[in-house]
């Protein structure tokens, strides 16, 4: 019942320096998205991955890197953290075939930028 | 570019008094989504929307969608214990051999004893 995983759950990381977000899920789900939470801007997507191999831009990548390194896994990476990437990411998934689809969760990850 | 607005942001309620959220969305699209999240955790869904005219009911929340007005209600009737929650709207945009998942804003309720 893991449904989707990340890790980790709590970071505080200095101005500049840089870090890795893991995903994983284990639904077999083709897509996958990486989202940046926000008071009072709801979510909004930074990239997303409809299937392996392949990645595009969200709505703000700016700062932001990613890996779909296969099926099951999508990496964020923050190669020089700013004060302005202090939010909660979540991950998720769909089955990305078709409309319709649900899109899953991960519990968010609690990212401070000092 | 896809635009999802709720309205409102904020709802104080009364127990057993009936509230609507609102989501407006700016393109075509035959479907909605409804989700809740209580105070810090994940996203949980509630429903999935999938054609004009849609209802779903679930105990003390019923989603309606009209595609032609481009707009979804989320009713909801207040209960004492209900935890602060904050709900959000979301619509699949077609792109790139998938879909992507706009989210409004969200409304965030709270209950008045």
């Known amino acids: 019942n893991a449904g989707v995983t990340q890790t980790p759950k709590f970071q505080v990381l200095k101005t500049g320096q840089s870090m890795t977000l893991q995903c994983a899920q284990d639904?077999?789900?083709?897509?996958m998205y990486w989202y940046r939470q926000d008071p009072g801007m709801g979510l909004r997507l930074i990239y997303y991955?409809?299937?392996?191999?392949?990645?595009d831009k969200g709505e703000v990548p700016n700062g932001y890197n990613v890996s779909r390194l296969n099926k099951r896994e999508f990496s964020l990476r923050l190669e020089s953290a700013a004060p302005s990437q202090t939010s909660v990411y979540f991950c998720a998934s769909s089955e990305g075939y078709g409309g319709g689809n649900t899109i899953y969760f991960g519990e968010g990850s609690w990212l401070t930028v000092v | 570019e896809l635009k999802v607005e709720q309205n409102p942001l904020f709802l104080s309620m009364q127990e057993g008094k009936n509230y609507t959220i609102y989501c407006n969305y700016s393109t075509t699209s035959d479907r909605l989504y409804w989700y809740r999240q209580d105070p810090g955790k994940s996203l949980e869904s509630l429903f999935v929307l999938l054609s004009n005219g849609a209802v779903k009911q679930e105990g003390r929340l019923m989603a309606s969608l009209d595609t032609k007005a481009r707009l979804s209600t989320l009713h909801i009737t207040a209960a004492v214990h209900d935890p602060s929650a904050t709900y959000f709207c979301a619509v699949d945009l077609p792109t790139s051999g998938t879909y992507k998942y706009i989210f409004g804003t969200g409304t965030r309720l709270k209950v008045l004893a």
């Open positions: 639904m077999n789900h083709n897509s």
């Open positions: 991955s409809a299937s392996e191999g392949t990645t």
